[in-house]
């Protein structure tokens, strides 16, 4: 009886532990097995507004440096070149008080010219001193006015160098300079050739 009863007890024992096991088994089992969630980024849901950062609006002013319109400047030509076999054309003209450290004589004022004496067709070269060149002006009666451009010539940026040899299709551009009475606007400057005639001329109207 007692030995059935020992039995008893140890099976019992033994039962326990099975179903212990079995349920510790199950546990785990069931937490391996289980899905691990998994986070995913977000994503944007299409329906929903789109969040964009917001500038302020530019206009082109806003946007480019403020460039001042182009000076727009036009060179005047006082008179074309001619046919001439010698050509004579006047590029610029003003009137000064004083060139360098020079000063007209009294009543008088500087006229500067800057020329351009182009040989078209005098095969040999054409001689250009400063007697070839020469001003008239009704102020001034018939008397033609020399050129006083070696006088002064070291105050000018770019005084017309002579006496030169201007060759067939060559040409000598520079400045020549003649005094004239200080109330005169309209002039005539004669480019003088070896016989003494006028073999090219141009007007200046400076009133």
């Known amino acids: 009886m007692e030995q059935k009863r020992t039995d008893f007890l140890i099976t019992a024992g033994l039962c326990s532990l099975l179903i212990l096991a079995v349920s510790i088994a199950g546990c785990t089992s069931s937490d391996a097995g289980a899905p691990v969630p998994v986070t995913t980024p977000a994503q944007a849901d299409p329906t929903s507004p789109s969040t964009t950062l917001a500038l302020p609006s530019q206009t082109p002013s806003d946007t480019q440096a403020a460039v001042p319109p182009a000076t727009q400047t036009q060179t005047t030509i006082l008179s074309a070149p001619s046919q001439d076999p010698v050509s004579l054309t006047i590029n610029s003209a003003s009137k ?3 060139v360098y450290t020079f000063t007209p004589n009294p009543g008088n004022i500087f006229l500067l010219l800057n020329i351009t004496v182009k040989n078209n067709a005098v095969e040999k070269g054409f001689d250009l001193t400063e007697s070839s060149i020469s001003l008239s002006y009704a102020k001034n009666g018939t008397s033609p006015v020399p050129s006083i451009t070696s006088k002064v010539r070291g105050g000018l940026d770019n005084p017309l160098i002579m006496p ?18 200080d109330n005169s606007g309209r002039y005539t400057i004669n480019l003088i050739g070896t016989d003494g005639t006028v073999v090219s001329s141009a007007s200046i109207d400076l009133r």
């Open 96 to 98: 000064q008080t004083k």
């Open 164 to 181: 030169t040899r201007i060759e067939q299709h060559d040409q000598r551009t520079g400045q020549v300079v003649f005094g004239v009475a």
